[in-house]
Nanobody, 125 residues
C-alpha cells in the first residue's frame, strides 16, 4: 500500500497550486482520503477529507472556500486544489488513507493508516 504526493512548490501569496496523490497496492475505492499539513515546529493539522464515494467533503475552517478536495476512483487519485494561498499555508502536505467512517474521525490523523511522503508548499508574501 503506497501513497505518492506531488505538486508542491513555491508560490506567491494569492496564487494557486494543485496537489495530487497517487494510490497503489490496494483498492482505492474502499478508503476515505484526507490531506493534512505540518508547518515547521507544529503538529500535523487536518486540511480536508473526502469519502469513498467522493461526496461529503470536509474542510478545516482555515482553508474553507479556498481549497477543494476531489478524487478520481478510476485513476486511484486524490487532489487538493489550493487557491488564494497565504503565507500561513506554508507546510509539508501529506495525503492519507483510512477505512474509518465519520466526520470526526476524518479530521484525526491517528485514524489514518497509510500516509504519503509529503510534498512541500511554500507561500511567499
Amino acid at each position: 500500500v503506497q501513497l505518492q504526493a506531488s505538486g508542491g512548490g513555491l508560490v506567491q501569496a494569492g496564487g494557486s497550486l494543485r496537489l495530487a496523490c497517487a494510490a497503489s497496492g490496494y483498492n482505492f475505492r474502499n478508503y476515505n482520503m484526507g490531506w493534512f499539513r505540518q508547518a515547521p515546529g507544529k503538529g500535523r493539522e487536518f486540511v480536508a477529507s473526502i469519502r469513498r464515494s467522493a461526496n461529503g467533503p470536509n474542510y478545516a475552517d482555515s482553508v474553507k472556500d479556498r481549497f477543494t478536495i476531489s478524487r478520481d476512483n478510476a485513476k486511484s487519485m486524490v487532489y487538493l486544489q489550493m487557491t488564494s494561498l497565504k503565507p500561513e499555508d506554508t507546510a509539508v502536505y501529506y495525503c492519507a488513507a483510512t477505512t474509518v467512517v465519520g466526520s470526526f474521525y476524518a479530521t484525526q490523523p491517528d485514524y489514518y493508516t497509510t500516509w504519503g511522503q509529503g510534498t512541500l508548499v511554500t507561500v511567499s508574501s
